[in-house]
């Protein structure tokens, strides 16, 4: 009997089932159901799933999501593992050593057949492996952050189980990703978002973020398993939400968090007790706890027991394929640890990591820290840049070497300065935070200066380049190739090449674009159209800048056809040494 599935109550399973879903009360799991039931497995859970393998094998493998979280175990006993609750787990090679699990985490491992436990580890709990079988069983004792909280216990089982109701403050690079990925992972999904653009696109399954498809969107709008809306009422049904939001700097170069503030003075009157809500938009330490903890307590919630406030850092990458939503690691720091559990419960359901910290504070600052690291690492590489021209010598060819080394070395790259929605705020958020405290931070002020100078040493690159054959700037033809952040993305936040071009175009350049993920641009005054890149296109053009480099440019025809290249990319790496005609950074 196939994929049955039980409710309620207490359950024994039938040795027949070859997969069965045990949703409430406390199961009695028999999976074949003689062996098992000698063994005592017993598991007090919300939803169970068992898979067994063909009946005539001695090892048995399963899946229990619920009070014992998950359990993948069997007879002949290699790998187990248990999160989240209590749990028992009784099995004849281990009921010998007396192993009891306790806490949200504990992993075992054996080796062969008939060796001994090998490992052992507890997370949150404890874990005791002794050789006596008759080891006391204390797990119900087991310290649980929600055990005073009937109402968190409720929530964290709604969770767990999928049955939870998620609102998602902000549908743009961040949170439409994280819609569709819970989604898919069985909730209803309320997005919310200011934009009715947005909202109207998003409710016809439309997508309008590169990393989203068209096709998984719309397939959850038809079902009725996401709806976007302009206003927030949704946020009441809502079990949980998750704010993502931008957070920009304001022209003193200062934190701007307004759109975290205007979200939650909307959703002020929406809030309920039993409610998870989790800020995602990058901000400075301190501004969970000391802005919006203070907000919650006002409505009279005691977070911790009735409402649940934790903060978890977008690690959002456009474009990038390799690294999801669903596959980059979540890091959760609560409130209170109950926080920091109701959250992690959340997350745990659609994403390949979750990482616990022990405060909100120290998830915001490790946000921080994350692009900080780039922001000064690509400042190294663009100051190397500038002494390499110096020495006369190409600093790709020596990152290249220097990134042979297999220890103590990562490459980063030189460019035309740094763009997107982290690496250029990110540092000034930390910065500014522990300025207040009385502290100069000047390593990371260093690094955005130098970040800062690169669009104008373009421009210098550019002028000095075009000097050389006889001409100014001045009425000059510039086609700039590429103004996203990054390559292959429709993402023009921060974009240096933004940057450039104004400072070309207020110079007297006359200046164009082309880019295929971007069809039109304004530009301070200007109000632009891509253009096509044909071999007429380069060969009018006084000179040809390439900002960001897209795949979708045939390098070696620019080469080829442009009078004059200033390539910031390196994108001509593999061909500029035979061409006199093309200058680098």
Known sequence: MDGP?????????????????????????????????????EVRARLCQVNPLDSSEDRLEGRIVGGARRVDDGLAFEHGVVEGGLAIVGLWSLL?????????????????????????????????????????????????????????????????GGTAEIAVVGLGYVGLPLAVLLGHAGFRVHGIDADPERASLANAGSSYIGDVATSELAQLAKSGQFSAATTFEAASRADAILVCVPTPLRKSREPDISFVLSAFESLMPWLRRGQLLVLESTTYPGTTEDVLLPKIEEKGFTVGQDFFL????????????SFTTATIPKVVGGVTRACTEMAAALYATCTAQVHRVSSPRVAETAKLLENTFRSVNIALANELALACRALGVNPWEVIAAAATKPFGFMPFYPGPGTGGHCVPLDPLYLSWTVRLKGFEPRFIALADEINRFMPRHAVTLVMDALNERGKCLQGAELLVLGVTYKRDVSDVRESPALEIMQMLASRGGRVSYADPFVSQLVVGDLKLASQPVTPDTLRRADCVVIATDHRAFDYPVIAREAPLVVDLRNALGHIRDHRDNIVTL
């Open 96 to 160: 010998a050593l007396g192993f009891r699990g306790r806490g949200d985490h504990a992993r075992a491992f054996r080796g062969p057949a008939g060796a001994p436990v090998l490992c052992s580890e507890a997370f949150g709990g404890q874990t005791t492996l002794g050789l006596d079988p008759d080891i006391p069983d204390h797990a119900e004792n087991a310290e649980d952050p929600l055990a005073r909280s009937r109402v968190g216990r409720a929530l964290r089982d709604k969770l767990r």
């Open 310 to 321: 934790a903060f978890s850092p977008e690690r959002v990458d456009p474009g990038n394929a």
């Open 5 to 41: 599935a039980a409710r309620g109550g207490l359950l024994d399973a039938d040795k027949g089932w070859r997969r069965h879903r045990i949703d409430g009360g406390s199961d009695l799991i028999g999976q074949r159901l003689l062996a098992l039931f000698q063994l005592g497995l």
